[in-house]
């Protein structure tokens, strides 16, 4: 916290300009309006404000409402994407639990277990708006916008930071699936390695 006082019969020109200056620079793009604000973050915030991001993926738009990375969360990640209509996620599966709020819109859920040595053909699942859908650990799935609106989803992840493994298509082999670990939305904002509890 900065507490700045300037009092005309004590200050100087340039302590007060040099003041300012301080006070400008404390709550500048570096604390405020960058992607990764990581200090000063209020305890309530407007989710309006909080930053976006496609991540190169086009028709997505992404924003850590709590996450890792940006927020120290150790048990669970919140996302909230927004896919415009024909966009969706890659097909992938990973290391912890996901459970979708979908908010508005509509759009297929694609699943499929994964207990062969590849995905395999999915189980397609309609979503819409107020349905909620839980993607069990390791299973392959893909949610697409199917629908002729955006498509928007609070998404709740366990156990970050997780690691995701991607395919080409549902008869891609589990041993040529692409790995990244650890996987951060917000990984340009990791300024140290994550340090474990103990």
């Known amino acids: 916290m900065i507490l700045l006082s300037v009092s005309s019969s004590t200050s100087s020109p340039i302590a007060a300009v040099f003041s300012v200056a301080l006070l400008l620079f404390y709550f500048s793009e570096a604390t405020l309006g960058a992607p990764c604000p990581i200090n000063g973050l209020p305890i309530v915030r407007n989710i309006s404000e909080l930053p976006q991001d496609n991540y190169g993926r086009p028709g997505l738009s992404h924003m850590t409402v709590a996450g890792s990375v940006l927020h120290g969360m150790k048990e669970v990640e919140i996302w909230l994407q927004t896919f415009a209509p024909g966009s969706g996620t890659p097909i992938h599966r990973h290391s912890c639990e996901e459970v979708f709020v979908v908010l508005k819109g509509s759009g297929t859920l694609y699943l499929a277990e994964t207990h062969g040595s590849f995905p395999g053909k999915p189980v397609e ?8 859908l839980h993607i069990p650990i390791n299973d392959a799935h893909q949610v697409k916008n199917t629908g002729h609106e955006d498509l ?4 709740i992840i366990s156990r970050p930071p997780i690691k995701v493994f991607t395919y080409d298509d549902w008869f891609m082999p589990h041993t040529a699936a692409r790995l990244k670990f650890p996987y951060y939305w917000d990984e340009q904002c990791l300024q140290e390695s994550q340090k474990d509890e103990l």
């Open 125 to 132: 699942f309609p979503i819409f708006a107020n349905s909620t």
């Open 152 to 155: 928007q989803v609070l998404v």
